[in-house]
């Protein structure tokens, strides 16, 4: 998959999304609503040497992410999500008795679908979103030293795949929820600049945040019939 592809992956979510609400004969309702979320990240890196062998002794980096959003959701349960923020990626490693660490700051953002079951005040929902992601700063920390990863240029400063997103909804009232979600980042992009090795960015979060919904209303389609 390359970045052509997600871009085209986007904007078919886009006009997809459009085309939910038209075509169709009745009457029908959508919302749309703002959210806030934060919580934990857990990531490390798939990393595969230039001999084509998996490095297995990565742990984890566990660190804070956060996230504004906007949805618009429609009675059949579908809808479409975006949403933009700041996370950090990363991993360690002890090579040679000596503790290595990768901490990186990058800003993201995402559109994807979903589906949600509205019938309580409970509402499991599951979504799936490209991403895209800029890095802000990148240190790489080997004993006693670190080192600035922009500055030599010794990864990629941009990140892209997709993120897999089950969830639930608690709704207090017709305009409020609370909400916690579990995200899986699945990175498709090389992020090594050197020759021959390959290394993306894996690992989950787990967030709770809070819906506002600020517009619901009903309309009226038409199934559009060819002459």
Same mark, same amino acid.
């Given at each position: +998959?390359?970045?052509?592809?997600?871009?085209?992956?986007?904007?078919?979510?886009? =006009?997809?999304?459009?085309?939910?609400?038209?075509?169709?004969?009745?009457?029908? @309702?959508?919302?749309?609503?703002?959210?806030?979320?934060?919580?934990?990240?857990? $990531?490390?890196?798939?990393?595969?040497?230039?001999?084509?062998? !998996?490095?297995?002794?990565?742990?984890?980096?566990?660190?804070?992410?956060?996230?504004?959003?906007?949805?618009?959701?429609?009675?059949?349960?579908?809808?479409?999500?975006?949403?933009?923020? +700041?996370?950090?990626?990363?991993?360690?490693?002890?090579? !040679?008795? +000596?503790?290595? !660490?990768?901490?990186?700051?990058?800003?993201?953002?995402?559109?994807?679908?979903?589906?949600?079951?509205?019938?309580?005040?409970?509402?499991? @929902?599951?979504?799936?979103?490209?991403?895209?992601? @800029?890095?802000?700063?990148?240190?790489?920390?080997?004993?006693?030293?670190?080192?600035?990863? +922009?500055?030599?240029?010794?990864?990629?400063? $941009?990140?892209?795949?997709?993120?897999?997103?089950?969830? =639930?909804?608690?709704?207090?009232?017709?305009?409020?929820? =609370?909400?916690?979600?579990?995200?899986?980042?699945?990175?498709?992009?090389?992020?090594?600049?050197?020759?021959?090795?390959?290394? @993306? !960015?894996?690992?989950?979060?787990?967030?709770?945040?809070?819906? =506002?919904?600020?517009?619901?209303?009903?309309?009226?389609?038409?199934?559009?019939?060819?002459?």
């Amino acid at each position: +998959m390359n970045i052509q592809l997600l871009k085209s992956s986007i904007i078919f979510f886009f =006009f997809f999304s459009l085309f939910l609400g038209e075509g169709w004969e009745g009457t029908s @309702y959508a919302q749309s609503s703002v959210s806030f979320d934060a919580g934990q990240a857990f $990531t490390t890196y798939k990393f595969v040497s230039s001999q084509g062998t !998996n490095e297995t002794d990565l742990t984890r980096n566990i660190s804070g992410c956060f996230s504004l959003g906007f949805q618009n959701a429609w009675d059949n349960g579908l809808f479409i999500r975006i949403n933009a923020g +700041m996370r950090k990626a990363g991993a360690s490693l002890i090579y !040679n008795e +000596m503790n290595v !660490n990768w901490n990186v700051q990058y800003a993201d953002a995402n559109v994807g679908l979903g589906y949600i079951i509205k019938r309580w005040r409970f509402k499991p @929902y599951l979504s799936a979103s490209p991403y895209f992601g @800029y890095m802000l700063r990148a240190y790489q920390t080997i004993g006693q030293d670190t080192y600035d990863i +922009m500055k030599n240029k010794s990864m990629q400063t $941009t990140d892209y795949g997709v993120l897999f997103t089950p969830g =639930f909804k608690i709704a207090v009232s017709n305009y409020f929820a =609370f909400y916690a979600e579990y995200k899986y980042i699945f990175g498709l992009q090389n992020l090594e600049n050197s020759s021959g090795q390959k290394s @993306y !960015n894996r690992g989950f979060s787990v967030n709770l945040g809070v819906s =506002f919904t600020f517009i619901k209303y009903n309309y009226v389609t038409s199934k559009k019939v060819s002459k």
